[in-house]
C-alpha cells in the first residue's frame, strides 16, 4: 500500500503547507511548522520513547540528525530548565506527528514550541512519523531537509539537492564539534523531585570524563557515585587526561563514526590503557574501546533509538532494559581474546558491553545514565567505583 | 532457566460470576493462562462456575469443574484432583481470597498444593492496608497518611489525626465494595460502620484525602531472576476519588516528564520487590499532587486485574500468558513476543497512538441509586479505543460506548447557562462528566475555571475545548470543501454522523462527500514497538492519515483467502455481556475450523473476542456504520468476503445489519428482515396467528391513550416496555390505569417510531426459555429447553432456570419443541433461535422470539454438551444439520443457572426482582438431582445458603398458602421459624411453629434488630404493591448487606428448600465437566 515514492509530483507545495521534510530519494512529507524558521540537513533517524523528548533532543550523540518521533504528542510536558543533556541541542531538526500542545506539567516553563525557536530548531508537525519509521526500519536511514517556512514558499528542487549533497554520517568526525572547547569540571549530582539537581560535597575519587559528546546525567551519575569529575576535550591527549592524575577515566557518548575519530582517541585511550588506569566508556566511548583494542566498528541498518531496549548481561544472565541511541556498533568477533563481551541486545543480538580480561577496563554501548529511559543500568557507576576501588587495593 | 519439572499439575482458579468489578477480563486472563500452562505440558485444572466464559470450554483444561468457587468446594476438588500447584493470580480477588483462606486454614499445606505465581506473604502483604503501608516505609514511597479501623473508637481516634474529606476503603473486598469518601463526621462514621460490614475481616483503612490528585497505573511484570518491565503506564483522566474502574483513563500516561515517569517506574518495580510478588503481572497505583509533583502509592494487585486487560490490549503485550509461564519457571528472555515474533518477551512495550478507555454505566437500572462516582466501582462494562491522537481516541471512543453519542453530544445542564449552576455541574462526579465539560465551554467557561471545578488536568481540557471550538467552526461554515481540511477533522476523531449533526445532514450524506473526496481511514498495527520491528499480527485500528496529495500508508494487507467477519458485542452491560463473547468466539473459533479466515470486530477490552491470537485478524473498532463499513471495504478488496455475521454480539451488531446491508455488505445467517420481522410486534402477531400459536393479549401503542385503551381491552395487570431493547429496559408490571399513565409519562418517550408494547400480564406462569438450530433447509434442532424457576414476569435473565425442565410434563415439553419448530422454519431461522414461552394451566403462550443467539446460549452449551455456537457458526455458512451430526444429549444430570445482582454497589436500591433485568451474571450448578444442583447455583452465586438456623418469612396474602409446605419442610430439617404478623396466623393455623416478630414500622426489636444480632439465617418474603415495598425494604437491604440468603418470590423459596434438604444429606460432591460428556466439545 506504501505509496510514498510517486513523491515527484508534490512539488508544488499545498496551500496550508508551512513546513515539510525532504529527503535525499525524492520523497516529500508537507505539515506544519514549528520551531525555528529555516532548513537544516541530516540524517533522519526515529526514537520510539515515550517520553524524555527534551533530554533526547539535547543528546549530543544525535549531532548531524533529524529526529522523528514515533510518539504522537511530543511538546505535552513543555520544557524546564532542568531536563536538558547539554546547553545547545546538537540535533538539526524534528519531526512530529501531532501539533505541539500547551505544556501539563508543573516543572513546565516553555512550551516547546518556544524552546525550539530559542534553540534555533527547525521542525515539522503533522507528519505520520510510523511511516517514516518503517521507511527507515526497511530501508536504512535517509539524508533529509527539515524545513520550515512560515510563508508557504518552498524551493523544493534546492533543498532535495542538499539533501543528496550531504554525506552522511559515515566517516564523520562529529565528536569534534560538540566537544567541549575547554577542560572544566563538574559536581552536580543526580535530579531528585522536590529537590533538583544536588551537589558533590566530599569527592572520594577523581576521575577525568572524555567529552566526545557527553550527556550531562553521566556526569551526574559520576558525580553521585562520589566522584570530582573534570571534563576534557575529545581530542585531549594521553598525557593531557593522566596529567589530572585521576583515579579512573571515563568515555563518554558522542555522535558521528567512531572510526572517524580513532587518529584522536585511540592513541589517548591506549595511553591510559597502559598505565592501568581504571577506564569506563559508555556508547562512543565504548566504540572507541573497543578501537583502541583492536576491534572494528561498523553502521548499522537502522540504529537503536528508544527507551525500551533489552539488554543482557551474560555474565549474570540479567536483563536491564535500557536507554539507547547509537548508529554504529562494535563487531565482535573483530575484538581480541582479551576482550570479553559482556552484554548483548536481545532485540538483534548486536554487541553492547565489554570487558579487557587484562586491564581494568569495561564499557557499554547502552545509556545506563538513562535521561531519558529507565534506570535499570545505573549500577554500572558503581561497579566503576568499585574498579577503581580495586585498582587502589581496597 | 527452563520451566519447572517438579510440578505436574496445576490448579486455576477463575473468577466466578460477572459482577461489578469482576468481569470478563478474567476469562481473557484465565484462558490465556490455561492456554499457556496446557502447551507447556502440565495437567490444567479449573474451577469457574461461570458457564459464560471460554475457559470453562472443555477443551482449554484437562478437568474442568463448573463448580462455587467457595474454600470448601476448591478443597474438595484439591482432595479429588491433587494437583502440585495452584496459581490464583488469574480469577481476580475471588481466587485470591480462596486462595488464601485455604493457606490460612492449613489445608494447602494439608494437600501439598504449592501457591505459584504469588505466595501467601506477598499476597498479605499487599493486601493488608498496615502491611502495605509499613512495606512501602520501609523503601521509602510515601503513602497517603492511614489507620487501620476496627470500630467506632478507633474510627475516634483515627479521624483527629487524618482529618476530612477522608477516604475509607475496607479490607478484602473487591472494587473497593463498601468504601467511601466521608466530607463530614456523620457520614464518616456512617461509611466506616458500612466498610466494616462489608469488610471479610471487619476491617477498614481511613486514609489522608488525596482527592482531585493526579491518578497514575502502571502495570508490572517480574521474573524469578528480577528481570522486571513496565508493560503500560495508564493515566486516569478522572483525579483521585473516583475509582480507576469508573475513570475515563488513557495510555500512556501524558502528562509525565521522563523524570517524574521514571520515579514512578523504580517505584514501582520497587514495590513488587518489596512485597514479594516473585513472578507475573501486578499494579501499581500512584497519586500524584498536580502542583508539586509529590508522589504517593496508592495501592497494589499482586495479580492480573482489569488494569493489565486493557494494558494488554493496549499494547499487544499479552500479561496473562506471559505470567503463567513466569509463574513456571520461565525467564522474560526466555519468551517470545508473539506480536513480532522476532523478538523476546523481555523488553517494554511502545507505543505511537494513544489509547482511551470510557466506562459504561447502568445507574438507570437502579432508581434510588445516587448517580454520582465515588471510590466504590459501579461501572459494568468499558469501550477502549485507538487513536493516533488523544483526541482522536477520545472521540472513538464516545463511540463506542453505545449510548447514543455520536462524539462530544450536547447535554443540557441544569440552570445553565448561569455560570454557578454550570460550576455544581462540573464538581459532581457523575458518570457523563466529559460531557458537562464540553457543554461547559461551550457555555463560555474558560479551561482554568473548568479545571478548578472538576480538578481535571487542563491538558485534556483545553484538548476538548478544541474539539468544542472545531465544532462551532464547522456549524458555522459547513463541511469543509478542501480535502486537508476534512482529513483534519477526520484526524481529530470526527464520525460522519457527528459531522452531519453540525451540518444539518445524514451520517450517510457526509459519508459520500467525503468518500467522493477519496478521504478513507488507514488501518495501523499495534505492535509492541511502534513498527521499529515487522509485525506479523493483523492487530489494527484505524485512523485517519495523510496530506490529501495521496494516499495515507495503510497496513491493513488483507489476505486473498476465503473470510468471515464476526461482529462484537461492544461495552458489558447489564443484558449484554460475555455470553455473547462467548457466541462471538465460538463462531471465530468454528470458523477457523472450517478453513475460513476469521475477521473479528469489537471494542471491549476485557473479552477473549479482542485477543489478537483469537481470530486470524483483529480490528480493535466501534461498532458503528461508519467504522465497520470502512473496515469491511478493504476487508473486501482482496479475496473473497462470505459475509457477516452480526446475530451473535447482542444488540449492538444487529443494529448495524440494515446500514450494512444497504452499502451492500453480505450478512450470513438468518436474514436482517427476519430479525425485523420478530422484532416487530405487528409482523410478529401476524405470523403468530398464522402459525395458530397463542400469544399473551397484547397491543402497540404509540400514545398514552391507546396504552391506556390497550390495557383496559386487555384487562390489568399488564407488562410495558418499550420495543427494540434488551435486557427488559424500562419494563414494568403495571397493575392499574394510574400505573399506565405514570410509566407513560415518566418511563418512556414514545413516538411512531418508537411504541411501547402492552401485553397481559400471565399471573403464576412458568417460564420457558428454548435455544434452537435451525438449518438453511429450514431443519430445526431443539438445542436446550430451559424451565425458569421464577414465574413468567421476572425477566429471563435475572430468574434461575433449570436444565432439563424439573416440572414441565412431557407433553408440554413436546408442545414446546413442536411451536419452536413451526416458527424456526416460518422465519427462515438460519443459525439460532431462542424462544421465550409462558406455560399456564396447560397452555403454552409465546412470549418472545429472537432469531440469534441468546444470553442462554453458553449454558446450554455446557449443560448438554453441545457447542451449539460453534454449529450455529457452521450452518450460517452453509453447512446442514444432517452434516454436522448433531445428537440428542441424553444426560443423567440436571443445570442450574443462577443470576448475580450487583445490588450491594447500590445503596437505596431495593432487591425485589422484576421485568427489567438487573444481574450482572450467572453461575452455573451441574449436579445429579435438582436439589444438589440448585444448591450449587447458590452457592456459587455467593448466598450462603444455611443448613439449621432461624428463618424469617413474610409473604404477601396470596403467597401464603403456598408458603406452607417448604416452611414444614424447613422445620422438618431442624430449622426454627419467625414470622411477620400474618404469615405467623397463617403458618401456625397449619400447624407451623412461627414466632412472631413486629415489622421495622411495628416498633422494636423488630425484624433487622433480629437479622444484625445475626439471629437470621434465611429469609423468604414477597410482596405486592408499593406501600408494602416501601414497608420491607430495609430488612432485605439487611439481609442483602448481612449476607443472609434471601429469596423474594415463592417459587425461589421453594427451590431453596430443595437445596437445603440436599446440603444437608451430606457435603456436595464435585466432578468435572469431562467426566458428564463423552465428547469434546
Known sequence: ?394 | MPKRTDIKSILVIGAGPIVIGQACEFDYSGVQACKALKDEGYRVILVNSNPATIMTDPGLADATYVEPITPDMVARIIEKERPDAVLPTMGGQTALNTAMALHRDGRLKKFKVELIGANAEAIDKAEDRLLFREAMTKIGLECPKSEVVHNREEAINAIEHIGLPAIIRPSFTLGGTGGGIAYNRDEYFDIVQGGIDASPVGEVLVEESVLGWKEYEMEVVRDRRDNCIIICSIENVDPMGIHTGDSVTVAPALTLTDKEYQIMRDASIACLREIGVDTGGSNVQFAVDPASGRMVVIEMNPRVSRSSALASKATGFPIAKVAARLAVGYTLDELLNDITGTTPASFEPTIDYVVTKMPRFAFEKFPGAEALLTTSMKSVGEAMSIGRTFQESLQKALRSMETGLTGLNEIEIAGAPDKSAVVGALARPTPDRVLVIAQAFRHGLSVEEIAHASKYEPWFLRQIEQLVKIEAEVRAKGLPKDAKEFIDLKKKGFSDERLGELTGQSAAAVAKKRRAMGIRPVFKRIDTCAAEFASRTPYLYSCYEGDGLRPAECEAEPTDRRKVIILGGGPNRIGQGIEFDYCCVHAVYALREAGYETIMVNCNPETVSTDYDTADRLYFEPLTAEDVIELVEVERSKGELLGLIVQFGGQTPLKLAKPLEAAGIPILGTSPDAIDLAEDRERFQQLIHRLKLRQPDNGTATSQEQAIAIAERIGYPVVIRPSYVLGGRAMQIVYDREGTERYMRDAVKVSGANPVLVDSYLRDAIEVDVDALADQNQNVFVAGIMEHIEEAGIHSGDSACSLPPYSLPAKIIAEIERQTEAMAKALQVVGLMNVQFAVKGGDVYVLEVNPRASRTVPFVAKATGQPIAKFAARLMVGESLKSLHIKKAKGKHIAVKEAVFPFARFPGVDVILGPEMRSTGEVMGLDVDFGRAFAKSQLGAGSKVPVDGVVFVSVKDPDKAAMVKPVKRLVELGFKVVATGGTADHLRRHGIEAQRVNKVLEGRPHIVDLMKDGKVQLVFNTVDGSAALTDSFTLRRTALMHKIAYYTTVAGAKASVEGIAALSEGALDVAPLQSYFKTAF
Open chain 1, 1 to 394: 500500500m506504501t505509496n510514498l515514492k510517486t513523491a515527484g509530483a508534490t512539488d508544488a507545495a499545498p496551500r496550508w503547507a508551512t513546513a515539510a521534510l525532504v529527503l535525499a530519494d525524492g520523497a516529500v512529507f508537507w505539515g506544519k511548522g514549528v520551531g525555528a524558521a529555516r532548513h537544516a540537513v541530516g540524517e533522519v533517524c526515529f526514537n520510539t520513547s515515550m517520553t524524555g523528548y527534551q533530554e533526547i533532543i539535547t543528546d549530543p550523540s544525535y549531532a548531524g540528525q533529524i529526529i522523528s518521533f514515533t510518539f504522537p504528542h511530543i511538546g505535552n510536558v513543555g520544557t524546564n530548565p532542568e531536563d536538558i543533556e547539554s546547553i545547545n541541542p546538537a540535533a538539526r531538526g524534528v519531526v512530529l506527528r501531532g501539533d505541539i500542545t500547551e505544556p501539563a506539567n508543573w516543572r513546565a516553563a516553555k512550551p516547546l514550541d518556544d524552546w525550539l525557536k530559542s534553540h534555533n530548531l527547525p521542525g515539522v508537525c503533522g507528519v505520520d512519523t510510523r511511516a517514516i519509521t518503517r521507511r527507515i526500519r526497511d530501508g536504512g536511514a535517509p539524508s533529509g531537509v527539515v524545513v520550515n517556512a512560515p510563508d508557504g514558499k518552498f524551493d523544493i528542487p534546492k533543498l532535495r539537492h542538499i539533501a543528496e549533497e550531504w554525506p552522511g554520517l559515515d566517516g564523520m568526525d562529529l565528536a569534534v564539534e560538540v566537544t567541549t572547547k575547554q577542560t572544566y569540571s563538574w559536581n552536580e549530582t543526580k535530579w531528585a523531585l522536590g529537590k533538583g539537581y544536588g551537589k558533590l560535597d566530599k569527592a572520594k575519587y577523581h576521575v577525568v570524563a572524555v567529552d566526545y559528546g557527553a550527556k550531562r546525567n553521566i556526569l551526574r551519575c559520576l558525580a553521585n557515585t562520589g566522584c570530582k569529575v573534570t571534563v576534557v576535550p575529545a581530542t585531549a591527549t594521553a598525557d593531557d587526561i593522566l596529567r589530572h592524575k585521576p583515579d579512573g577515566v571515563f568515555l563518554s557518548n558522542g555522535p558521528g563514526d567512531p572510526a572517524a575519530t580513532a587518529h584522536y582517541s585511540v592513541p589517548a585511550v591506549q595511553g591510559v590503557l597502559d598505565k592501568r588506569v581504571p577506564l569506563f566508556g559508555i556508547c562512543l566511548g565504548h566504540q572507541i574501546l573497543a578501537l583502541t583494542l583492536g576491534g572494528k566498528t561498523r553502521k548499522m541498518e537502522r540504529g537503536h533509538r528508544g527507551a525500551n531496549q533489552p539488554v543482557k548481561d551474560l555474565t549474570t544472565g540479567k536483563v536491564e532494559i535500557t536507554s539507547q541511541n547509537h548508529g554504529f556498533c562494535v563487531v565482535p568477533e573483530s575484538l581480541p581474546k582479551s576482550a570479553e563481551v559482556t552484554h548483548v541486545s536481545l532485540f538483534d543480538g548486536t554487541n553492547e558491553g565489554l570487558r579487557c580480561t587484562d586491564k581494568p577496563a569495561f564499557s557499554v554501548q547502552y545509556h545506563p545514565e538513562a535521561s531519558p529511559g529507565p534506570t535499570d543500568s545505573h549500577y554500572l557507576f558503581d561497579r566503576f567505583v568499585d574498579m577503581i576501588d580495586k585498582s587502589k587495593g581496597k
